[in-house]
């Protein structure tokens, strides 16, 4: 790629002949680097970094950088046009090759409790933040290259991203906006000749890739495992945060500084400014303290309350985050670094996505308590300027109000009760739901999806318990609207039946699904020592692994031995059974006067068609892996109308077979797994 004009600082110099353009008139305002502390050391050398929340370094250059794929409507918060997407300008920007003016490169320093312990020091050890851009609204927004070379907290790593993560980063980031649930965005894609050696699945069999970056766009990017940095040392790891010290005199120093920085700059409705004056009385002084420490405590419960909003979220469409280490946790609420996380494709509760999680600590049910537990290191963190105990009791009471009855409002939408409200029995037949779901092994995105083709009953002149399918009672537009796939050729109770009882797994398809993740063998000799407790956290094992992969080693035994025609009755007998408890809610509902189109408007706004699939990220990876970028646009173009009942939505304006080619494979996307497909897990390889 040619050579752009520079200045001493690896600037473009837009006085030497560059052409200007929207990319170089972005407008930047670095706040946090003027506010907060800035480590007087520059250079990517590994280092501990005391007294600091970041560290300046510049990205490293990349060979032959091209663009993979970019996002408009991420761009379009940069007031970025795609059309400056075709500039090379573009690509050595986003490729970390050249800064534009008002850039100041830099990494932040964090820690973060990994797998529940302290890890000490951790910071960004392959993104660099480029600068804050203030576009024409006003709003401001952080961007990073993720990818773009070593730095100071780099550790034992090269500093770079491969292409494979690069691009489930990119699709998730913007597959998540899209279905309506906060997350970081992803600008763009770039890819390189840079070489990077990878040990996917740290087998010892490393492969070298190309070094890949992502152009990340958040209003910060600070996490629970900024305000860590301060932490004394771990009883259990030994490890402490870069700006401990005995004294404490760094923390009084820093954190006040630190909380008023984003409490001003992200929650300004809890802002207040209180002076500090030296001629004010004791009694002035108390009470401003104490104003002090309950912004600070407002800041955390609004923390809480949005990341048990987040995780509500998650939870409703069936996305495993996969690494929910504090690290890994924005202090916005937003979905912040995704690596190995997945959507459920079949539904099971003990699902983990993450090839190295050996324990379930970060299954999809235990997503919501290792938030709560998230919360409370956090607490920890902030408790020197804070009333630790208040917030630990308010902390049970906020997962109630925000994370439960968030989830179950969700929930009650998605099965289209939206007239009546009865938590209890709501929640119970929800429970039930899932419980038969499991039981079957029924897909969970799926599975809401279709749920709309039950028409709602007839008002009054049909009792709770009514056989009536309502097949009749749909206005036209229902009919129009429904969610039955590929087509609406087909309506009502019987025809979700026939479409659901067709889809569900088989008996050796869930077998090996609940498969200890322990080798069986392995797992009975451990069970033989399971007494000795000293012997166990030895080899990192503990009696309730043992038993939940027991429990699983039984299950899976079992499911082998199942007949599949006995499994179908049995599924049939679960699946009727729970479809009279549901059409009896929604015979309450058409009594409450419930109208059949704003029902299925709103189920079908709620329940994704699309969502983005392992396998359906795998195969754009696999076909990027061998130059043809073009899948990955055409999943995101998919991904941005997770809701569309139009197979054909945004497909390239191919025509032709080509373009029929094209429409039949997104007609799958919603379809079965692959069995390529089934099982598929990913590592933290990046």
Known sequence: ???????????????????????????????????????????????????????????????????????????????????????????????????????????????????????????????????????????????????????????????????????????????????????????????????????????????????????RIAPTFFRFGSFEIFKKPDTQTGRAGPSYDESRETEKEMLPVMLSHIIKTYFPDIWEEIPVHPDQSMEQRIKAEEKRRNMYLEFYFEVVRRTFQLVAAWQSVGFCHGVLNTDNMSILGLTIDYGPYGFLDRYDPEHVCNHSDDSGMYSYEAQPGRCLWNCEKLAEALAPVLDAGRARAQLDVLYTQEYQRTYQRIMRQKLGLLEVVDEEKDAKLVEELFKVMHKTGADFTNTFRWLAMVDIPHASSHSAGSHHNGEASASAHAEDRASDGASTSGRGEGAFLERMLSSLATPQEMAEAAQPRMHPHNLRVLLQFSHNDLLLASMGVTKDMLQQESARLQRSEELRKLDPAAKARVDAEAWRGWLRRYRARLQQEADAGADPRSRIDTMNGINPRYVLRNWIAQEAIDAAEKGDYSQVQRVLRLLENPYSDDAAVNLDADGGSNGKALCKREMQYDGPVPQWAKGLCVSCSS
Request: with cysteine.
């Open 1 to 215: 790629m040619e050579e752009l004009p520079r200045d001493s600082q690896g600037h473009i110099n837009t006085a030497t002949g560059a052409v200007m353009g929207v990319l170089e008139g972005l407008h930047f305002d670095n706040l946090a680097l003027r506010t907060l502390p800035v480590d007087t050391r520059e250079g990517s050398e590994r280092r501990p970094v005391p007294r600091a929340c970041y560290a300046r370094v510049k990205p490293t250059p990349v060979k032959n950088p091209r663009l993979v794929a970019a996002s408009p409507s991420a761009l379009a918060l940069l007031d970025l046009d795609m059309s400056e997407t075709d500039r090379k300008e573009f690509v050595e920007v986003m490729s970390g090759n050249m800064l534009l003016p008002g850039m100041d490169p830099a990494a932040h320093c964090y820690c973060g409790h990994q797998f529940g312990n302290f890890a000490g020091q951790l910071g960004d050890g392959a993104v660099i933040y480029l600068g804050e851009v203030i576009n024409s609204a006003g709003a401001r927004w952080e961007i990073q290259l993720k990818g773009a070379g070593l730095t100071p907290f780099s550790r034992q790593a090269d500093g770079r991203k491969v292409l494979r993560s690069s691009i489930r980063e990119f699709l998730a980031s913007e597959a998540l906006h899209h279905l309506g649930i906060a997350t970081t965005r992803a600008g763009c894609i770039t890819t390189s000749d840079t070489d990077v050696v990878r040990d996917v699945l740290y087998n010892g069999n490393p492969i070298s890739e190309r070094a890949s970056l992502v152009l």
